[in-house]
């Protein structure tokens, strides 16, 4: 399974947890399309802790965790 | 104030037919260098007549007597250049010991040279000579000082520094606060307070413009922010400022804060220990003013128009920080395992979610916070309890909770209150607390140390009751342990148990799993700190633009650009959160139209270049030495034991050279090659 984490503003009638079959998605835009996230409003995007762009694969165990434009402090 | 540059004419040139106009001034003082027939002269007067270049004026000065008789001078008005600023060019010194109060001229070069706030007030803290003194003697000074842009009509154009000797790390102090505090002194009329001495009972300083007075607080000592503030409010009006300390700063607690608006602090370093020390409870600051004259008004509005439309849009000015405050960092920096849990033995905490910035504003927030003239409005006003307060920012969030192991944020809000209350730094109280609860982990300390509330990870109760007792000072741990997670691991022989970089404490990003904010922590000049060079921003956030947080390459450079700027932006009276949407052009260009400079980008970073080395030469004064550039050794030989950033260690052995190279140091100190470069010799 890949584990998606989602934060702030996109858990907005997401939810915060879910759990895709590998199977069917091999790269991260696959996942964003899915839940019907727009690109732009990624800001961050972390494959088990990394930095990573759309593009990038996924497997399965994996986890995504998913972030809009957020700030610090 | 309207400054206008006239020439003085000889007194006997006369001319009866020339339409003269007679301006009473209240002060006529020579703000420049002047030759023998030409002068610029200060007119303080407040609303000056419309005056045409070349028509003759007579100036009576009234402060000016000769031979009994309360001269005129004839002048002509030369009025090429706009000479409004946005400094009043003007300070207060209090001596405490004397009992005296002086108004003093602030040179405007000098102003200039380093800005404002934290840069002027190290400068003047070095000149006078503060570096060597005992940090909580009579000698040191407390610099309360704000920048050009304080109060005026600019986006976050409200904060100010305190400045001093810090008690806690022996070594220079700044500590930034919003609020409304600093835009009040601007009003009154000043550019900073200088603090000096000691009294012989407890006062507290009441500034209205030029009333001034020093006032027994016998009645305020011992009480805590929200009531302190209460009181003076009652007595001074309503739109008074309260800045105080609480009962740490009190009993000189070297995590002692100090507090304004009872919910913003300047919370690092201890300057609330120097306060106390000093037997100051508070400074009221009121004024009749509300508006701050800038060099250029019509250039200022243009500028500040841009600076507008790029924080609304950007998208953690503009979106993140108003909705999750800074809170929302929790679930970042845990997911990266980069979050330090446990008094950092490990970087991943499995319940950060329920502390968490999505958290807080599902269970607790009420509304925005907002500090003078921000469009932003990180601070979060909560329910805690029933009651409305201010609530915690990131840094509390993590340092009570997953630094504690505590999951519960009902907890974590309310020690976060009482470090408000008590005038406790918030980084620093709970991540003694964590010191602490290693040494009861590890057996240093035992249960009977603990007067019923144990040290354990996880323990909600202890975190906001041994707040308490820091705060308060009322059992003997909560006192050792309020002088600092240094101070308290090595009185059981442990030092390498506090978390900290010059005996002040690392907030809450491993620099194990993110090189360049180790870099940051390494050569802070106050010790363990992020905000003076954010290397979260490219490395977490992605901003300005996205760097690998592993990789070493480049981040010498991007630390020494990240701590230049920063340097400017706390010097001017800003708020850094601007930087997220704001780069130096921004900045430079908001001080030439408020002050009259001229500074390009790479003339902007030269002076924040200059403030960071003016501050490591306070310091080598202190005493300093290079070995002082470090990480704690946890940090240094221990990799991350677990979660996303397991293994990861830091490479500050590789990084440290290079920053040094790039500054222009040897053995951590500037050459004088670089002192040279900088018009610091």
Same mark, same amino acid.
């Given at each position: 399974? *890949?584990?998606?984490?989602?934060? /702030?503003? =996109?858990?907005? &009638?997401?939810?915060?947890?879910?759990?895709?079959?590998?199977?069917?998605?091999?790269?991260?835009?696959?996942?964003?399309?899915?839940?019907? *996230?727009?690109?732009?409003?990624? /800001?961050? =995007?972390?494959? &088990?802790?990394?930095?990573?762009?759309?593009?990038?694969?996924?497997?399965?165990?994996?986890?995504?965790?998913?972030?809009?434009?957020?700030?610090?402090? | 104030?309207?400054?206008?540059?006239?020439?003085?004419?000889?007194?006997?040139?006369?001319?009866?037919?020339?339409?003269?106009?007679?301006?009473?001034?209240?002060?006529?003082?020579?703000?420049?260098?002047?030759?023998?027939?030409?002068?610029?002269?200060?007119?303080?007067?407040?609303?000056?007549?419309?005056?045409?270049?070349?028509?003759?004026?007579?100036?009576?000065?009234?402060?000016?007597?000769?031979?009994?008789?309360?001269?005129?001078?004839?002048?002509?008005?030369?009025?090429?250049?706009?000479?409004?600023?946005?400094?009043?060019?003007?300070?207060?010194?209090?001596?405490?010991?004397?009992?005296?109060?002086?108004?003093?001229?602030?040179?405007?070069?000098?102003?200039?040279?380093?800005?404002?706030?934290?840069?002027?007030?190290?400068?003047?803290?070095?000149?006078?000579?503060?570096?060597?003194?005992?940090?909580?003697?009579?000698?040191?000074?407390?610099?309360?000082?704000?920048?050009?842009?304080?109060?005026?009509?600019?986006?976050?154009?409200?904060?100010?520094?305190?400045?001093?000797?810090?008690?806690?790390?022996?070594?220079?102090?700044?500590?930034?606060?919003?609020?409304?505090?600093?835009?009040?002194?601007?009003?009154?009329?000043?550019?900073?307070?200088?603090?000096?001495?000691?009294?012989?009972?407890?006062?507290?300083?009441?500034?209205?413009?030029?009333?001034?007075?020093?006032?027994?607080?016998?009645?305020?000592?011992?009480?805590?922010?929200?009531?302190?503030?209460?009181?003076?409010?009652?007595?001074?009006?309503?739109?008074?400022?309260?800045?105080?300390?609480?009962?740490?700063?009190?009993?000189?607690?070297?995590?002692?804060?100090?507090?304004?608006?009872?919910?913003?602090?300047?919370?690092?370093?201890?300057?609330?220990?120097?306060?106390?020390?000093?037997?100051?409870?508070?400074?009221?600051?009121?004024?009749?003013?509300?508006?701050?004259?800038?060099?250029?008004?019509?250039?200022?509005?243009?500028?500040?128009?841009?600076?507008?439309?790029?924080?609304?849009?950007?998208?953690?000015?503009?979106?993140?920080?108003?909705?999750?405050?800074?809170?929302?960092?929790?679930?970042?920096?845990?997911?990266?395992?980069?979050?330090?849990?446990?008094?950092?033995?490990?970087?991943?905490?499995?319940?950060?979610?329920?502390?968490?910035?999505?958290?807080?504003?599902?269970?607790?927030?009420?509304?925005?916070?907002?500090?003078?003239?921000?469009?932003?409005?990180?601070?979060?006003?909560?329910?805690?309890?029933?009651?409305?307060?201010?609530?915690?920012?990131?840094?509390?969030?993590?340092?009570?909770?997953?630094?504690?192991?505590?999951?519960?944020?009902?907890?974590?809000?309310?020690?976060?209150?009482?470090?408000?209350?008590?005038?406790?730094?918030?980084?620093?109280?709970?991540?003694?607390?964590?010191?602490?609860?290693?040494?009861?982990?590890?057996?240093?300390?035992?249960?009977?140390?603990?007067?019923?509330?144990?040290?354990?990870?996880?323990?909600?109760?202890?975190?906001?009751?041994?707040?308490?007792?820091?705060?308060?000072?009322?059992?003997?741990?909560?006192?050792?342990?309020?002088?600092?997670?240094?101070?308290?691991?090595?009185?059981?022989?442990?030092?390498?148990?506090?978390?900290?970089?010059?005996?002040?404490?690392?907030?809450?990003?491993?620099?194990?799993?993110?090189?360049?904010?180790?870099?940051?922590?390494?050569?802070?000049?106050?010790?363990?700190?992020?905000?003076?060079?954010?290397?979260?921003?490219?490395?977490?956030?992605?901003?300005?633009?996205?760097?690998?947080?592993?990789?070493?390459?480049?981040?010498?450079?991007?630390?020494?650009?990240?701590?230049?700027?920063?340097?400017?932006?706390?010097?001017?009276?800003?708020?850094?959160?601007?930087?997220?949407?704001?780069?130096?052009?921004?900045?430079?260009?908001?001080?030439?139209?408020?002050?009259?400079?001229?500074?390009?980008?790479?003339?902007?970073?030269?002076?924040?270049?200059?403030?960071?080395?003016?501050?490591?030469?306070?310091?080598?004064?202190?005493?300093?030495?290079?070995?002082?550039?470090?990480?704690?050794?946890?940090?240094?030989?221990?990799?991350?034991?677990?979660?996303?950033?397991?293994?990861?260690?830091?490479?500050?052995?590789?990084?440290?050279?290079?920053?040094?190279?790039?500054?222009?140091?040897?053995?951590?100190?500037?050459?004088?090659?670089?002192?040279?470069?900088?018009?610091?010799?």
């Amino acid at each position: 399974m *890949i584990e998606i984490r989602l934060f /702030a503003t =996109l858990r907005e &009638n997401r939810g915060k947890i879910l759990f895709f079959e590998p199977e069917n998605f091999p790269d991260a835009n696959s996942i964003l399309m899915k839940l019907d *996230i727009p690109a732009s409003d990624v /800001a961050i =995007l972390l494959i &088990n802790g990394m930095h990573s762009k759309p593009q990038d694969s996924v497997k399965d165990g994996d986890v995504i965790a998913l972030f809009p434009p957020v700030g610090g402090g | 104030m309207r400054r206008i540059k006239i020439s003085k004419n000889d007194e006997s040139t006369i001319h009866k037919h020339l339409k003269a106009l007679i301006i009473e001034v209240d002060k006529f003082r020579v703000a420049f260098p002047q030759t023998e027939t030409d002068r610029w002269v200060v007119l303080e007067t407040e609303r000056p007549p419309a005056l045409e270049r070349d028509c003759m004026i007579f100036v009576r000065p009234k402060n000016v007597h000769h031979k009994g008789r309360n001269p005129c001078f004839l002048c002509t008005v030369q009025k090429e250049e706009r000479m409004t600023t946005s400094y009043n060019l003007k300070m207060l010194r209090v001596n405490l010991t004397e009992k005296s109060i002086k108004t003093e001229i602030l040179d405007e070069a000098l102003a200039k040279k380093f800005i404002g706030g934290r840069g002027l007030g190290t400068k003047i803290l070095y000149d006078e000579g503060v570096a060597k003194v005992d940090a909580l003697s009579p000698a040191n000074k407390l610099v309360f000082i704000n920048g050009p842009l304080t109060g005026c009509n600019v986006p976050t154009g409200g904060r100010y520094m305190v400045v001093t000797k810090s008690p806690l790390t022996g070594m220079i102090a700044s500590s930034n606060s919003g609020g409304v505090w600093g835009a009040r002194l601007k009003y009154a009329g000043y550019d900073a307070v200088i603090v000096e001495g000691k009294a012989d009972a407890p006062v507290y300083l009441s500034i209205h413009d030029e009333k001034v007075e020093l006032l027994p607080a016998g009645d305020l000592w011992g009480k805590e922010s929200t009531n302190v503030e209460e009181i003076l409010k009652e007595k001074h009006g309503k739109e008074a400022s309260v800045l105080n300390i609480g009962p740490a700063g009190e009993q000189m607690f070297e995590l002692a804060c100090i507090m304004n608006e009872a919910d913003r602090a300047a919370g690092r370093s201890g300057v609330g220990a120097v306060m106390g020390s000093k037997l100051l409870k508070a400074i009221v600051c009121s004024s009749t003013r509300t508006v701050i004259e800038p060099f250029d008004k019509e250039k200022l509005r243009e500028v500040v128009t841009e600076s507008l439309r790029k924080i609304r849009e950007n998208g953690v000015t503009g979106q993140g920080l108003p909705t999750y405050g800074t809170a929302v960092l929790v679930n970042i920096v845990n997911n990266i395992g980069s979050f330090p849990t446990r008094n950092w033995q490990e970087s991943y905490f499995a319940d950060a979610d329920k502390t968490s910035g999505e958290t807080l504003k599902e269970k607790y927030l009420v509304k925005q916070g907002y500090c003078h003239r921000c469009p932003i409005g990180c601070g979060r006003v909560i329910n805690m309890n029933g009651k409305t307060v201010g609530g915690p920012e990131y840094e509390p969030i993590w340092a009570y909770g997953a630094n504690c192991g505590v999951e519960d944020l009902e907890a974590i809000n309310e020690a976060n209150y009482w470090c408000n209350e008590l005038g406790l730094d918030a980084i620093g109280a709970p991540t003694t607390i964590a010191a602490a609860m290693e040494l009861y982990q590890k057996g240093y300390l035992k249960e009977e140390d603990c007067d019923g509330v144990p040290l354990v990870w996880g323990s909600a109760k202890a975190i906001v009751e041994w707040t308490k007792h820091m705060g308060y000072g009322d059992n003997k741990l909560g006192r050792l342990m309020a002088s600092g997670s240094y101070r308290l691991c090595d009185h059981y022989g442990v030092p390498e148990f506090s978390m900290s970089v010059k005996k002040q404490e690392m907030p809450a990003y491993d620099a194990r799993g993110i090189q360049g904010i180790g870099i940051t922590y390494a050569t802070s000049n106050r010790g363990g700190c992020h905000v003076r060079g954010y290397m979260i921003s490219p490395e977490v956030l992605g901003l300005p633009e996205p760097l690998n947080r592993l990789a070493t390459e480049g981040k010498a450079t991007w630390t020494k650009i990240f701590q230049d700027l920063t340097a400017v932006i706390d010097s001017s009276g800003m708020c850094l959160f601007t930087s997220f949407a704001l780069g130096a052009p921004d900045y430079a260009a908001l001080l030439n139209a408020a002050t009259g400079t001229n500074y390009d980008v790479e003339g902007v970073l030269k002076v924040g270049e200059r403030i960071y080395n003016i501050e490591r030469l306070f310091n080598k004064e202190a005493g300093m030495v290079a070995g002082d550039d470090t990480l704690p050794k946890r940090i240094l030989e221990e990799p991350i034991p677990s979660g996303p950033s397991k293994g990861e260690i830091s490479k500050l052995n590789i990084t440290l050279p290079q920053y040094y190279e790039v500054r222009g140091w040897v053995d951590a100190f500037p050459t004088e090659a670089t002192l040279k470069r900088l018009d610091l010799l």
